[in-house]
């Protein structure tokens, strides 16, 4: 990709890539009240509401960054 400013908004406890078609992949530090526990919810979201989730540990985030970039790397992408 040419720029990854323009597609990506990172902050803090929060993130946001711009897929197109008006498609957000959003990457969010919650809580959960029941577990007492946090967590990161990966979400396909499109006009404010959220297609499909994904509930991830935060210990295997940057696991999972790493993995990402080694496939991606690995299938020239």
């Known amino acids: 990709m040419a720029d990854n400013e323009e597609i990506a908004d ?21 809580s959960s009240e029941r577990y ?5 919810e990966i979400a396909k979201e499109r006009g404010g509401q959220k297609k499909a989730r994904f509930n991830l540990n935060p210990k295997y985030a ?9 496939f991606a790397d690995e299938n020239k992408l």
């Open 10 to 30: 990172i902050g803090e406890n929060y993130g946001e890539i711009k897929m197109g078609a008006g498609w957000f992949l959003t990457i969010t530090l919650a």
């Open 62 to 70: 940057r696991i999972l960054g790493e993995a990402l970039i080694k």
């Open 36 to 40: 007492e526990n946090e967590y990161i």
